[in-house]
């Protein structure tokens, strides 16, 4: 907005400054009175473009209202497969390395815990004693998804 502005503003000053570069080149009159009333009137002319600017610049600022938007929730067949991102683990087992969402963080932050499938539910043992959760492979493969928020 302020950028159109800025460019309005130059592109006037720019056509007065070529319009009095005009009036200069021409050679010197017995009128020369001619030449002062026409930078006048250019003067006056500016001065009356720029306080209609200011007016119409203020009025638009005074009746532009900002209401805050709230999206609209997802549908709970959409909702439904997305779990949440905090409750992704990255566990250092016996075995290697595993990702899985844990059983707890996914009661606590997940309403669809129960329709979870059973198939992908895991108890892992990590340095810290037996963890329970759900395989994120697992989960990934029957179209369960990460949510991004």
Not at 72 to 79: A, E, F, G, I, M
């Amino acid at each position: 907005m302020t950028l159109r502005i800025h460019r309005q503003f130059i592109g006037t000053v720019a056509a007065a400054a070529i319009a009095i570069t005009g009036f200069t080149a021409v050679p010197a009159r017995a009128g020369d009175d001619e030449v002062g009333a026409a930078l006048a009137a250019l003067l006056g002319l500016a001065i009356v473009g720029a306080v209609i600017h200011e007016k119409k610049k203020d009025r638009r600022e005074r009746h532009t209202v900002h209401t805050p938007v709230h999206p609209k929730p997802l549908p709970k067949r959409v909702n439904r497969k997305l779990l949440p991102q905090k409750c992704l683990r990255s566990l250092h087992t016996d075995r290697g390395h595993r990702r899985i969402f844990g059983q707890r963080c996914l009661n606590n932050h997940y309403k669809f815990t129960r329709s979870l499938p059973a198939a992908c539910h895991r108890d892992v043992y990590t340095n810290r004693g037996w963890r329970g959760g759900y395989g994120a492979r697992c989960l990934s493969r029957h179209g369960y998804q990460l949510a991004r928020r």
